[in-house]
């Protein structure tokens, strides 16, 4: 099964879970699987016009995902589907 | 170990405005910025000293890796017993002068003393011809764009300068310390935490202007691998997320959603008006005003800093950051990024810490003494600060002094220094840090956004992430560069041509929080003093049903304090402030 690796951030969502094994065939599906078992975990990735967060960034197995693309990228059982939250003081 | 060689410190006696060059100890090649304040004032600065009075010692402090072609490595740490903690305090800011001082071989300057007539203005001059004190009278009481405006035509265009603004003259205990950005004009970066520009106002030392000339880059013992490592340090970082390339600013919504953007003196943890303090909408202003994103010194890839033009399309102010648009925003209930910026200029102009400043004001709304979210009313009293009324001092001495001027009981703060952004009730660990890092509530010093952390680890996390952010601000490196300890300690054995080894960096983190914890517990502090204010666990914030306060037993807070075996996250954890 797909992996999603859940950014520090968002551990809150999850109750402290640092990876989720869900069932899905693309990034949109993994990380809705994620929310059906944390609700509440989507919009912190997905903004409510279905686009990725602005200060999110996904990566499958190390690699970026383009952006503008990355929710209908596929998804295989070995992939690893990783989130970057942006967190700064300043 | 080879390397750069033949560094000195520069000692500035303000009681009669002498200099002496004293050579850098060759055992100290691998302390620089906060490291190095720490084991000059542990070493120099008697604890017990009236922090505004001659006995203080001012240290500001180039990174290791200053004046190197290493990237986003040209930070300055400015250290000093703090007049608003009672305790040690570092604060560290970008812009050149950090750069400028390494590259002309000083790691650093110690300011001493106090001119018998505190009426007298100075200025440090730092070039590659030599030091020495110079009469500043005429800049006196100057705010600090006007002040570097007329530096800007004084000095050549290659100097950078460090600045004390009116607040810092008059001694108010909310000050900074600024720097000069990349065109060494504008006064736009800030060491802001800890009131230290009121250190500086007390010496009477107005402006340090520093001309690298045209003194180079130094060089590492292997140039070639040094050059290498830079290479593909910065290969590698930009071809990762770069989740800074946008500000700090634009983190808003997602400190929102974790109840960590504190509303109205913290009472709530989300603001309302959250979608126009967005640092989004400062991005889509550079279309029409012409603003845009750009590094605060040369060699940054970062490049986190806004520049925020007005409605005219004429320059503002830089950076307007996450805390100032919590701090100054919402925090005061105020709902326009715009008026936020107005008010980044003011404490910019009169050097004042924005998190500080933001917070008493809203102590002081809470209060009942100015109505929420009345920007123009901010405005007014930002600006009288230094004309030293009754709520100006206030205000301008902090949230502490706000609270005792307001009689008013809720007041944020660890140590006598106000809580920044990042909240302690869902970031019970970053709480921890505030708690115990002998610099008080300070994000940069152990900052943890992990809301779903067991408690078990809170103490561990933080003692983590304060040794990695400790390293990192003695480094020279930009914490937003999130280098690890294995990154630091290549950079260091590359500059030196000596491997540096885990252990060897985990000691010197460590050291320097010893150091600077011993400092407080000469000053006086005890573990009684490691704790939140009250309301931080009276207060609950969060969602419906899961609402939190700071309740960490006084015992895991206590943990800290005890060096544990190092973990592999130890060295590949990132700095995070």
Redesign the interface.
């Known amino acids: 099964m797909p992996k999603v690796v859940i950014p520090p951030p968002y551990r809150g969502s999850t109750e402290g879970n640092t990876q989720v094994e869900v069932d899905g065939v693309n990034v949109a599906q993994c990380l809705e699987a994620v929310d059906q078992r944390y609700p509440g975990f989507f919009p912190l990735v997905v903004d409510d016009d279905g686009s990725v967060q602005r200060f999110v960034k996904l990566f499958v197995n190390g690699e970026q995902l383009d952006a503008g693309e990355e929710l209908h990228t596929a998804i295989s059982a070995e992939d690893e589907v990783e989130i970057l939250a942006a967190i700064a003081g300043g | 170990m080879s390397g750069p060689s033949g560094d000195k410190l520069i000692y500035v006696d303000m009681n009669d405005q002498s200099v002496d060059i004293r050579d850098f100890p060759e055992q100290w090649k691998l302390l620089g910025g906060r490291g190095l304040s720490a084991k000059i004032l542990l070493a120099e600065c008697d604890p017990s000293c009236d922090p505004l009075g001659p006995d203080n010692v001012l240290v500001m402090a180039g990174g290791v890796l200053g004046g190197t072609a290493a990237p986003t490595s040209g930070r300055i740490s400015i250290g000093g017993k703090s007049p608003l903690t009672g305790g040690i305090k570092e604060a560290s800011s970008g812009g050149q002068p950090g750069q400028h001082l390494m590259k002309l071989g000083y790691r650093g300057i110690v300011v001493k003393g106090q001119p018998a007539d505190a009426e007298k203005r100075y200025a440090l001059e730092v070039t590659g011809d030599g030091v020495k004190v110079v009469a500043a009278d005429d800049h006196k009481g100057k705010w600090n764009y006007a002040l570097c405006e007329d530096l800007h035509g004084q000095y050549p265009a290659t100097a950078s300068f460090i600045t004390c603004g009116p607040a810092g003259e008059a001694r108010l205990t909310g000050a900074s310390v600024a720097t000069t950005d990349q065109d060494n004009r504008y006064p736009a970066r800030h060491a802001g935490r800890g009131g230290l520009g009121a250190v500086m106002g007390s010496k009477g030392l107005k402006y340090v202007a520093v001309d690298p000339g045209k003194a180079s880059v130094r060089q590492a013992s292997d140039r070639e691998a040094f050059g290498a490592l830079c290479k593909s340090y910065t290969k590698g970082y930009l071809?990762?997320?770069q989740?800074?390339k946008?500000?700090?600013?634009?983190?808003v919504?997602?400190a929102n959603?974790?109840h960590t953007f504190p509303y109205k003196n913290r009472v709530e943890g989300q603001s309302p008006d959250a979608a126009n303090l967005d640092g989004?909408r400062i991005v889509e202003s550079f279309e029409s005003r012409g603003g845009m994103m750009h590094n605060c010194m040369t060699g940054c890839i970062v490049k986190?800093s806004n520049v925020v033009n007005d409605a005219k399309g004429e320059y503002k102010t830089s950076?307007l950051?996450?805390?100032?648009l919590t701090l100054l925003g919402a925090t005061c209930a105020v709902a326009s990024w715009e008026d936020v910026a107005d008010m980044d200029r003011l404490c910019d102009e009169m050097g004042l810490d924005t998190i500080e400043t933001g917070a008493a004001i809203a102590v002081l709304m809470d209060a009942g003494q100015m109505e929420w979210g009345d920007a123009d009313a901010m405005r007014k009293l930002i600006a009288e600060i230094p004309e030293g009324t009754d709520r100006g001092n206030a205000v301008g001495n902090g949230a502490v002094a706000t609270g005792k001027f307001t009689g008013h009981h809720r007041v944020p703060e660890a140590k006598g220094q106000a809580i920044?952004?990042?909240d302690p009730r869902?970031l019970k660990a970053t709480g921890v840090s505030y708690c115990t890092s002998p610099m008080g509530a300070d994000?940069?010093a152990g900052?943890?956004?992990?809301?779903?952390?067991?408690p078990d680890q809170f103490a561990w996390e933080s003692q983590k992430v304060q040794i990695i952010n400790t390293v990192c601000d003695s480094s020279g490196f930009c914490?937003?560069l999130q280098p690890n300890l294995d990154d630091i300690r290549a950079f260091y054995g590359a500059l030196y041509g000596e491997e540096v080894s885990r252990e060897a960096i985990h000691d010197q983190g460590w050291q320097v929080l010893e150091d600077e914890w011993e400092f407080n517990r000469q000053a006086g502090f005890t573990p009684a003093d490691d704790k939140l204010a009250d309301c931080m666990g009276q207060d609950a914030v969060g969602a419906e049903g899961a609402k939190v306060v700071f309740d960490v037993p006084a015992e895991t807070i206590q943990a800290v304090f005890k060096r544990m075996p190092a973990q592999e996250e130890l060295f590949t954890g990132r700095a995070?402030?």
Do not use: D, R, Y
């Open positions: 071809a990762g997320g989740m800074f946008t500000g700090t600013a634009s983190i919504p997602v959603m974790l989004a986190c950076a950051e996450f805390e100032t920044p952004a990042w869902p994000h940069t900052l943890i956004v992990n809301p779903g952390l067991a914490q937003f995070s402030g």
